[in-house]
């Protein structure tokens, strides 16, 4: 059982079985909806996923893009749209030990800004999952 939790506690959620990804992702709307450079995100099949403690705020930011954040605290706990069906994308800082956060490949790369320097030798895709390789967004 793996368990993360939003800064003030209330929000918190679980999940059952490996993660199907782990990226780093440099896209606009990530940095903006969290204030940071980039991103770290994990991914989880949603049937092994649930929430736990107070439920989360749902904002519907695009059609079909839901983005999951603790009522009080406002801290970003996870990430869902239809055309990711059968994921929820979790924040790998909301971890309970974002020390076993394991990144394996960045995606929208050719956004990375130009002052952030990430020197791993992951896998670097331009684009989004959508554009990869099925294997990286197959939740079954």
Same mark, same amino acid.
């Given at each position: 059982?793996? /368990?993360?939790?939003?800064?003030?506690?209330?929000? *918190? @959620?679980?999940?059952?079985?490996?993660?199907?990804?782990?990226? %780093?992702?440099?896209?606009?709307?990530?940095?903006?909806?969290? *204030?940071?450079?980039?991103?770290? @995100? &994990?991914?989880?099949?949603?049937?092994n996923f649930r929430w736990t403690g107070q439920a989360p705020k749902? &904002?519907?930011?695009?059609?079909?893009v839901f983005r999951h954040f603790c009522a009080d605290c406002g801290?970003?706990?996870?990430?869902?749209?239809?055309?990711?069906?059968?994921?929820?994308?979790?924040?790998?800082?909301?971890?309970?030990?974002?020390?076993?956060?394991?990144?394996?490949?960045?995606?929208?790369?050719? *956004?990375?800004?130009?002052?952030?320097?990430?020197?791993?030798?992951?896998?670097? %895709?331009?684009g989004t999952l959508l554009v990869q390789d099925a294997g990286l /967004?197959?939740?079954?």
């Open positions: 059982m793996t /368990r993360g939790q939003c800064f003030c506690k209330k929000t *918190s @959620w679980e999940y059952d079985g490996e993660v199907t990804w782990a990226c %780093y992702c440099h896209c606009d709307d990530c940095r903006r909806n969290c *204030s940071a450079p980039v991103v770290a @995100w &994990l991914g989880v099949p949603l049937k749902t &904002l519907n930011s695009s059609k079909g801290a970003p706990m996870g990430f869902e749209a239809d055309h990711y069906e059968g994921g929820m994308h979790l924040y790998a800082a909301s971890l309970m030990d974002p020390t076993e956060f394991q990144p394996t490949f960045h995606v929208n790369y050719q *956004s990375k800004l130009p002052w952030l320097d990430m020197s791993d030798d992951l896998p670097k %895709y331009d /967004r197959d939740y079954d």
